[in-house]
């Protein structure tokens, strides 16, 4: 965890009486509901379809057992006794009354936490690798430059009220676990030939109604212009993104619509009065950073352990979980492991306030108080005790948070649709419910491998489904929800040479019931295609292209053009 | 009448500012007063103008940019912003380029829709006059200038970023 510094404090501390003195004016009359409006957005506050939703950061998807305690705290006091791990590494609680939140801020600030630009037109949460800091293909630890960055872009004076939300991840590995190339600004670390670190930096990526993947603005920015160069491109994009359409306003509209190396140019022209200037980063800064997280205090352990290594050998489901949830780790004898919150039955991402009590004491015990959300909507103890492994599985277990899915079919990534959300063309939560009850069974989806099912009940895309391997979309046809099948998409390089792709849309769309036998279809079409076990579903598609993954489900154009004579004589 | 506060207190306000028509066309410039201009009516009246009696000041919409004026920005003894909606950020950005890359040193002016909940960022970024949209209490907006006691980014305010500083104590 980083801790904060007494400024640091005193800014959150701050952040709550300005919030505190701007509701109190609202409930008087004297701020109008548009005013008031932006204000709330900006401290997370939503009003939705039934009630506030109040938006938690939590920066980068880190947490400690103390701050998750006060998150079951405030959960069980103030909502329903549960609360929603969103894609952005957030926290987001439904039930919480306006005049209250001011308080629920003021319990957050005591430790060291709040919902500072969780929504609104400005910078949002910055996400990043669920394996930061332990990764064994890390190049940089990502969490530092995640803190860099959030605190240069907390309370921003001339970039808070941006034409439109942004958004940066940061990912510090060789692999893609951050989905660099669909934020408004990427940075993916890398070294140069001297050893020096810096960032690819890609912008104009998004997901959202206008998918775009990013385009690589500069190969290699060294580190200590991070903040300047950063700087060049936002301002850019105040002066010049658009303002007259919210649909319109992304920095990828603006990028798209200058074309890139124009873009380049102008970011560079507006750098060139930045570069070196006083945000220059020191490496001193860096370090005061680094000595401000708290680190786990390993043990000199050897790298097997005969318990674990017996265990496996001898219980499957165990072994299962192992194979899927559990991940290695850069220190030996340690590992990574994924708490599923994809439990059939259970919206993806949702958690009772009972369950979190559980699970800060199971991170007290077996990870040195501190887990991480991932974007995928799970949680992570990052490090766990090969010998610690097979008793933690069995706690995790009766937890419910053990269903072996990790990369698998059944771990969707879902929005909370229309249940929940007025945006919401369609439900999204039964559509996963019914595929998770589809694929039950362990074997066929081990069999099947990874691949990754997103879920979006409207085309703002919170289900990143564009970058779904297969991608669900809700849409509003006369009223009744339907719901569109993408194909091909891709969130990033999660292995060496699949960059991230957006998927393509297959046809027309399907009936909610319908949805278990496309994907069905899909899934068994890929079984007979794929060279091996070890050729995903992604690859196939990538092979053999998308048209046949089409007339998997629909046909081929003979039988769709038969089918289309049929329903219009039937007519 | 609407307020204007100017280095954080209630102030007098001499100026007139001078609008665009109803059509659009360019307004009149009276026969002496001080008077803020449009930049349309300086970019074409620019001699006319340099000749004028009272003082002139001139103001940039939120599509407009510094550059237009970069030669004759200390010329001015005010140049005012507008923002034509709360939510529009662009003045925030013209406020910076004028104060630190054109070096205007004169009264910085937010004018439109300027609102108590934004005067605070807008003071970060340089102006140092804000003309209340009509509606605000002027009284109650003098308080937001201590909302936050610091802030991470360099500022016109604070040139030297927080993490600069924040060394700078630790090594003394």
Redesign the interface.
């Known amino acids: 965890m980083y801790r904060y510094d007494e400024i640091d404090q005193k800014l959150v501390d701050e952040r709550v009486a300005q919030f505190r003195d701007q509701t109190k004016r609202f409930l008087a009359g004297k701020l109008s509901e548009d005013e008031f409006r932006a204000l709330r957005l900006r401290n997370g506050l939503y009003i939705q379809r039934y009630a506030p939703m109040l938006r938690i950061a939590i920066p980068y998807g880190l947490l400690s057992t103390k701050q998750l305690r006060k998150l079951a705290d405030i959960t069980r006091k103030y909502d329903r006794g549960y609360g929603h791990f969103s894609t952005r590494q957030n926290l987001q609680l439904n039930w919480p009354k306006l005049e209250r939140v001011p308080d629920i801020l003021a319990e957050l600030a005591t430790v060291q936490m709040h919902a500072i630009q969780t929504s609104g037109n400005s910078f949002r949460n910055i996400t990043t690798d669920h394996f930061a800091g332990v990764a064994r293909d890390e190049i940089v630890d990502s969490f530092v430059w995640c803190e860099v960055i959030r605190q240069w872009s907390t309370f921003h004076p001339e970039f808070s009220y941006l034409p439109r939300k942004f958004k940066f991840a940061v990912n510090g590995s060789k692999a893609d676990r951050a989905a660099v190339a669909v934020h408004d600004i990427g940075l993916h670390a890398v070294k140069d030939e001297k050893g020096e670190v810096g960032f690819r930096v890609l912008v104009g990526g998004g997901l959202g109604r206008t998918p775009a993947i990013g385009f690589v603005i500069r190969e290699f920015l060294p580190w200590r212009h991070l903040l300047t160069y950063s700087e060049a491109i936002l301002r850019v994009y105040n002066r010049y993104g658009r303002r007259d359409n919210i649909h319109k306003a992304r920095i990828k509209i603006l990028v798209k619509e200058r074309g890139p190396e124009k873009f380049r140019e102008e970011v560079d022209a507006e750098w060139a009065h930045l570069k070196d200037g006083p945000a220059t980063l020191v490496p001193e800064e860096i370090a005061r950073i680094e000595g401000r997280f708290t680190r786990p205090n390993y043990f000199r352990l050897p790298a097997t352990d005969s318990g674990l290594d017996a265990a496996l050998a001898t219980n499957r489901a165990f072994a299962n979980w192992h194979k899927r949830n559990v991940h290695p780790h850069k220190k030996a004898g340690y590992a990574a492991v994924t708490l599923s919150l994809k439990q059939t039955g259970i919206p993806p991402g949702d958690v009772t306030v009972e369950q979190m009590e559980k699970i800060a004491d199971l991170a007290d015990r077996y990870s040195f108080g501190e887990l991480r959300v991932s974007h995928e909507q799970n949680l992570i103890f990052a490090d766990v005790q090969l010998s610690d492994l097979h008793s933690l599985w069995q706690e995790v277990k009766a937890l419910g948070f053990a269903t072996p899915n990790v990369g698998l079919l059944t771990n969707i990534i879902c929005c909370p649709g229309g249940d929940f959300c007025s945006l919401a063309n369609a439900k999204s939560i039964p559509v996963a419910e019914a595929i998770q009850q589809r694929f039950d069974d362990l074997d066929y989806l081990h069999d099947i491998g990874e691949i990754d099912v997103n879920i979006s009940g409207c085309m703002n895309a919170c289900g990143h489904h564009h970058v779904g391997h297969i991608g669900i979309l809700g849409v509003d046809k006369s009223g009744e929800e339907w719901y569109q099948i993408e194909v091909g998409g891709n969130q990033g390089e999660v292995r060496s040479g699949r960059g991230a792709s957006l998927g393509k849309v297959i046809g027309p769309s399907f009936a909610r019931a319908e949805i278990p036998d496309v994907i069905e279809k899909l899934i068994e079409y890929y079984l007979t295609r794929r060279d091996s076990d070890a050729e995903r579903f992604i690859d196939v598609v990538h092979r053999i292209g998308v048209e046949a993954f089409k007339e998997s489900v629909y046909g081929n154009a003979d039988q769709r053009a038969a089918h289309r004579r049929g329903q219009l004589a039937s007519a | 009448m609407a307020t204007l506060i100017k280095e954080r207190r209630i102030a007098a306000d001499s100026w007139h500012l001078l609008e665009r028509g109803a059509k659009g066309e360019l307004p009149e410039v009276p026969a002496r007063g001080d008077v803020i201009v449009p930049l349309a009516l300086w970019l074409e009246r620019r001699e006319v103008l340099l000749a004028y009696p009272g003082k002139l000041g001139i103001w940039l919409d939120a599509n407009e940019?510094p550059e237009a004026i970069a030669g004759d920005v200390r010329r001015f003894p005010l140049i005012a912003v507008n923002f034509p909606k709360?939510?529009?950020?662009?003045g925030?950005?013209?406020a910076?380029l004028l104060r630190e890359?054109h070096g205007f040193k004169g009264e910085l002016r937010a004018i439109g829709d300027v609102?108590h909940?934004?005067l605070?960022?807008?003071e970060?970024?340089g102006f140092d006059a804000f003309a209340l949209r009509e509606d605000q209490?002027g009284q109650a907006a003098l308080s937001v200038f201590n909302?936050?006691?610091?802030?991470?980014?360099?500022?016109v305010l604070r040139?030297?970023?927080?993490?600069?500083r924040?060394?700078a104590a630790?090594k003394s």
């Open positions: 940019g709360f939510g529009d950020g662009r925030y950005s013209i910076r890359r609102l909940d934004h605070f960022f807008m970060q970024c209490d909302t936050f006691g610091d802030s991470y980014q360099p500022s040139p030297v970023p927080l993490f600069r924040r060394l630790g």
